[in-house]
């Protein structure tokens, strides 16, 4: 019988109190609390090359950990920047699970309206899938004993996504949103060697530079393998219809796998959408982009 851990306040006192304690050299820097934030994070800003980011709650527990062990191995093989671990903080002062500290990565989070060229951006994303889906097997990266890699599958996301749709009936056409659900079940599933995936493959974790070029991919917290169909969502939340094609063409996606990236990219956007619109209009904004973007695609491949 597992006990829930009640999640912590964390507040800058605690985090400077936190890094003074375990990470001396750095305490004297100056500390700032970024916001929002993220979902599953707290975030602060220490000084002006490095980042600490603390877990909200449980369910974010062993993403810091996760990522001290991966990102070191598989960055060299990637062609896009991704985060450096520096740290990795332990539980103190009544904090209750790991955290990190991370090198800091400028970049302004990716947007429709900020790329300045989204069929590059398109191509540029699908070049970072291919490198990471190619990348060698677990074992063969890991000089030893390593943390469970895996994925959920879609259908563990049925019986929430099926309460989201019948909730947001009105907002949009559920029997549409029924319909994308449902032929994404009855897919083939993925039936090849499983490949690596970042597992959150999204806006908010891409960043873009001033001139709108993509710079880096953050929040490996969901890195995996299995089915690539996960990664997918990005084809939703982020390109325009010319720059979905071009993405698709450059990852040669099958029908069956494109089906289920379209329906983690419903799935995601209806829970974020339940979750955040009521209390956020930029949240609001884009998954109801992202859901309109999933019908619209579902639409017009099947007539």
Do not use: C
């Not at 985060?83 to 947007?111: D, F, H, N, Q």
Request: cysteine-free.
């Amino acid at each position: 019988m597992s006990i829930e851990v009640p999640a912590p306040v964390v507040d800058t006192a605690l985090v400077r109190r936190l890094i003074a304690a375990q990470f001396p050299r750095w305490a004297r820097l100056p500390l700032t609390r970024l916001k929002p934030g993220g979902s599953d994070h707290v975030i602060h800003r220490l000084g002006s090359e490095l980042s600490v980011r603390l877990p909200r709650g449980d369910w974010a527990v062993g993403q810091a950990e996760a990522e001290h062990f991966w990102l070191p191995r598989i960055a060299p093989l990637l062609p896009v920047a991704v985060p450096e671990p520096l740290a990795l903080g332990t539980p103190a002062l009544g904090y209750p699970w790991p955290w990190a500290v991370t090198r800091w990565i400028e970049g302004e989070t990716a947007s429709v309206e900020g790329l300045a060229d989204p069929r590059r951006t398109a191509r540029e994303l699908a070049g970072f899938l291919t490198a990471l889906q190619g990348l060698p097997h677990a074992d063969e990266l890991a000089p030893g004993p390593h943390p469970g890699l895996g994925g959920s599958p879609l259908s563990a996301r049925d019986h929430a996504t099926r309460r989201a749709i019948a909730a947001l009936d009105g907002v949009f056409d559920a029997r549409a949103l029924t319909e994308v659900w449902d032929s994404a079940l009855a897919a083939p599933a993925w039936d090849r060697p499983p490949v690596w995936f970042h597992g959150d493959f999204h806006t908010g974790n891409l960043l873009l530079t001033a001139d709108g070029r993509l710079s880096s991919v953050i929040d490996f917290g969901g890195l995996g393998m299995g089915d690539p169909a996960v990664d997918l969502t990005v084809a939703w939340t982020l390109l325009t219809p010319a720059a979905r094609r071009d993405f698709r063409a450059a990852l040669g996606v099958d029908d069956a796998t494109w089906e289920r990236g379209r329906a983690w990219a419903l799935t995601g956007g209806l829970g974020a959408y339940l979750s955040y619109a009521a209390t956020s209009p930029a949240v609001a904004a884009q998954t109801h982009r992202q859901i309109t973007e999933v019908l619209t695609d579902h639409t017009d491949r099947t007539g």
